[in-house]
Every structure is written in structure tokens, then in C-alpha cells.
């Protein structure tokens, strides 16, 4: 007789699609923060700011709780659209390009037997975001509608200043 505890089962299930979430945002985040986003902090924080806002406002449509892994699909997919040319391996049997990656992670999702609401939730997040900060503007006719909030601009233009002046000439910054 097999006996098996299923609570057990389940929570060691989460712990590793935790793990998982947490290691694609970090990677993502540190990927952008880097790349496109190096030195505007306060735009990536506003990335952040408006990816939630506007996850959790379709995330009560589809009765989602748990956005995790739709913030990170948001990531994955911005940073596959800013990196193009990027050539990518998975699990060493496909090879695609960058902006690829979100589809073929849902696909993956999929292919395990998870719901792909949640990376379909993410994706079109990060859709919003990367159409209204990265093509419309380029587009005949079209104007920037994501602007950061000047209240956030402040702490960067105080940290530009203070690379720019003497040590003993700098304000005192208090995190």
C-alpha cells in the first residue's frame, strides 16, 4: 500500500514554481534595470507602478489572486521586445529569438498543465506598456502617454547632481 501526504506534495509544487517566479524576476529585473532602464530609476520604479495597477485591474476580471507570475511574464516579455536580436536556447532543444520567449514559456506552461491565463494576463501587460512607451511615440502622429510622475524624477536628478559635484560639495541622501 502507497500511502502519499498530498499536502506535502503541493507545498514542495509550490516552493519550486516559487523559486522559479522569483528567479526569472530577479534575472528580468536586473536585465532591464541594466539595459534599458540604466540611470532612470524612477521610470523603472513607474513600470513597476503601472504594470500592477493595471494587472490587478484585468486580474478581477479573470478571478486571479496570485499575480507573481503574470508581473514576471510582463517583465520577460518588455525585455524580449527591447532585446530583438537576442538569441535564446530552451532547455537545449529550441532555439528562437528574444521576443519569442514569453510565447514559448506559455507554451511550456501549457505543455505542463497549467492554466495560461496567467502568463496570457502578463503578456498583455507588458504589451500595454512596451506599445505606449516604445512604438506609439515613434509612430507618425503619436505623442508619449506613459510620462513618470515629476515627484518621482526628483530622487534621480538628486542623484545626478551628486555624481557631478565634489564629495564634500554633495547633499546628504537619506534612504
Known amino acids: 500500500m502507497l500511502l502519499c501526504n498530498c499536502d506535502n506534495v503541493m507545498t514542495i509544487k509550490k516552493k519550486k514554481t516559487l523559486k522559479t517566479v522569483l528567479s526569472f524576476q530577479y534575472r528580468y529585473c536586473r536585465m532591464l534595470e541594466e539595459g534599458s532602464f540604466r540611470g532612470r530609476t524612477a521610470d523603472f520604479v513607474f513600470m513597476f507602478l503601472f504594470g500592477g495597477l493595471l494587472m490587478t485591474i484585468f486580474g478581477m476580471f479573470v478571478s486571479l489572486v496570485f499575480l507573481g507570475q503574470a ?30 520567449l514569453p510565447w514559448v514559456l506559455m507554451g ?65 541622501l537619506v534612504n
Open 108 to 172: 511550456f506552461s501549457l505543455l505542463l498543465g497549467n492554466s495560461i491565463i496567467v502568463d496570457l494576463l502578463g503578456i498583455a501587460v507588458g504589451h500595454v506598456y512596451y506599445f505606449l512607451e516604445d512604438v506609439f511615440p515613434n509612430q507618425p502622429g503619436g505623442g508619449r502617454w506613459l510620462k513618470t510622475p515629476s515627484i518621482m524624477l526628483i530622487q534621480d536628478k538628486i542623484k545626478q547632481n551628486n555624481s557631478n559635484t565634489p564629495p564634500e560639495n554633495r547633499l546628504l
Open 71 to 100: 508581473f514576471t511574464i510582463m517583465l520577460v516579455y518588455i525585455w524580449s521586445r527591447r532585446n530583438p536580436n537576442v538569441r535564446m536556447n530552451f532547455f537545449g532543444l529550441l532555439n528562437f529569438q528574444a521576443p519569442f
